[in-house]
C-alpha cells in the first residue's frame, strides 16, 4: 500500500463527522432553549407556591368587621381596646409617680388608639421599678457624663369573667442620656425627663407586643 494511500480520508470517514459535527450544533442550539424552558417553569412554580403560601398569613392588627348582629372573635384589635389598664401604684410625690402614669397613659393609648366605649373583657396590672446607673464618668472631673436609665416591669393579665390570670410576664427598657456639666442642671434634668418618657414608651410597646400574641395565639 502506498503512502498516499494511507493518508487519504475515505468517504465515510466524511460522512460519519459530518453527522457527528450537525448532531453537536444542533444539542448546541437546543441547550439555550431547554435552560430557558426550565427556568420559565421555575419561575411559574415558585410564584404559585408563593401565592398559596401567601393565604396563610395575615397582619398581627388586622381588622376583619363582623356582620351586623354576628357573634365571633372580634380580632386582635377589638380584644386589646377592652382591656383595662389598672392604676400602677407609686410613692405619692416620686420620679416613679410620674413614670407610672407615664407608662399608663401610654399603655391606654397604644391599646385602644385613643378610642373608647368598650366593655372590659381583661385587667392589666403593672408594677415597676428604676434604676440610674452611670455609664462615662469624666476622669478629671468625677462627674458622670452619660447615665442609662433603666425601667424593670411585671404584669399580669386578669380575665375577668372567670378571675384567672391568663398571663404573666416581665419587661424592661434601658436608655442613655447626657449629663453636659454640673453647671448646666436644667439640660441635665430635662435629659433625665427624656430618658423617662422614652423608657416608658418602650415598657408600653413590649406589653402591647406580648398582649397582642396571647390575643392570637391563646398563650
Known sequence: MSSSDTTRPSSSDHTTRSVS???????????????????VGRTFFAMGLAGLVGGCFQPLYAEHPLPVGAAGNPGVVGQLRAVDVA?????????????????????IYDLTGGGGGFSPTHRLDVKLTATQLQVIVDINTARPDVNNYGIDGTYTLTELAT???VVKGQTFARVSYNIP???QRFAG????????NRASKEIAENIRSRLASFFVAGT
Not at 407609686?90 to 402614669?101: E, I, K, Q, W
Open 21 to 39: 459535527f450537525r448532531a453537536a450544533w444542533a444539542t448546541l442550539l437546543r441547550a439555550p432553549k431547554r435552560r430557558h424552558a426550565t427556568w
Open 163 to 165: 378571675g384567672r390570670v
Open 87 to 107: 392604676a400602677i401604684n407609686a410613692p405619692a410625690g416620686s420620679r416613679l409617680a410620674r413614670v407610672s402614669v407615664n407608662v399608663r397613659n401610654e399603655l
Open 181 to 183: 456639666g454640673q453647671e
Open 189 to 196: 434634668e430635662r435629659g433625665l425627663r427624656d430618658a423617662e
